[in-house]
Structure formats: structure tokens, C-alpha cells
């Protein structure tokens, strides 16, 4: 009959088998039960009026999640909204021209109930123009804040552009539209601190884009150098006379 330590010489690689089958069982649970980032995209939009509007709830929101409205993508990094709520996204033709140049594309962050007292949050995302003939030419930031009136600006909501503007909305106040001529894609964070006696209701991200110039001709590069080399020496002539 084998000894006690030879059964347990026995046993050993058989005992070292089962955990790595229980760990690799746990590790297929684990990768099964993550969910997956949502591609999502707005409605067709509305020519001279309202255009494609895609409504998220909080509760729904992953990070890695992309919205698509018209030529935009937007996709959302990370966010603390400490708040229930949702995200509209909002793609507006102002006239009825071909293109996107006249199109305005709005992020709505609109808490519901509204934050009552000292709450702070985030979302960070990525805002990218799919048309690679434009570029951003312009944005606004505006918010929805009941102000207590003994405590002015003490509620603020700041928009971050990475390589871009920082703007600042003090108790409601609407900023912009601030020009900014940048290639796409932009990284954007968005951060709120409400006061204790303040009411912040809405977010409201505006965006306006442009036809990135077409790029000089080589032959009319030429012409214009040689034409800057005359003048200088015409320059330079005149001030040795």
C-alpha cells in the first residue's frame, strides 16, 4: 500500500491541474461578463431645421461608446457624472446647402434630476470629424444654473481642448463661440463643481467646422517666392541709394 507521502506525491499534479482549470474557467467568466463599448448613430437629419438627435442614458453609457451624428464621431473616454441623467447629441443643418460646412453638432449633457448641492463630475471624449476636407473652426460652451443669489460664481463648469481653448462657465454664463482652427480629432474633458446652494441643470458642447484650405500650387509657391526675392532686393536698392 503506498505511504502517505506518496500519496501526496500523487496528488500534487493532479491538485495544480484543477486550479488552473478553475482560474482559466474564472477568466473566460470574467472576459464573457465585460461588456462591450455601443456604436450608435443619430437619426438622418432635417434640411433647414432640426437635424439627427441620439438621446443615452447615464446608466447606459460605457466608455468606448461612439456616437455618430452626420460627419461627427463621438466617443467617450471616461466620465464621473455622480448624477442621473442622459446625453443628447444633436446634428443641426442651418440651411439647406450641401456639405457640412454650415452644420452645427451639439453634446447636451442635461441632468435629471438636476444637481441640487456641492456635487463635482467629468466626462471625457473624443470628437472627430469623419470628412477629412474639414477641420473644427469653432466652439461654444453653455450651462443651465439656478445661482444662489448671496454666492455668485461659485458655480462653474470648465471645458478643456487638448492643443486648444479652455473655457469657463461661471453660473450659467454662455461662452463663446470661440474660433479655433483644428485638424480633427480633438480630445475634450468636461468638469462641473456645484455649489452647495446652486442648481446645475445643463451642458451644452457647440461645434462648428470648416473647409480645410487647399494647399498652394507648387507652380503658384514658385511665383510668389520669386516675386518676394524682387521686392526684398527693390527693398534693399532703394535703402542703399
Known sequence: MPTLAARLRAAVPKLLLGSALLLGAGSLLSAGAAQAANAYACAPKIPAGPGGIFSINFSAILAGDTITCGDKEFTINSFNFNNPGSIDFEWVEITPLPGFADDLFSANINFTPSIVGAKAGFLDYSLKILDPKYRFDSVQLDSTVAINATSPGAT?????????????????????????????????????????????????DTYTQEEVPAPLPLLGAGLAFGWSRKLRSRVRAAGLA
Open 156 to 204: 462653474s463648469v470648465i471645458k478643456a481642448i487638448t492643443g486648444g481653448p479652455t473655457l469657463v462657465s461661471l453660473d450659467g454664463a454662455q461662452v463663446g463661440p470661440i474660433p479655433f482652427q483644428t485638424p480633427s480629432p480633438i480630445t475634450v474633458r468636461d468638469t462641473w463643481n456645484v455649489s452647495a446652494r446652486d442648481v446645475l441643470t445643463n451642458i451644452k
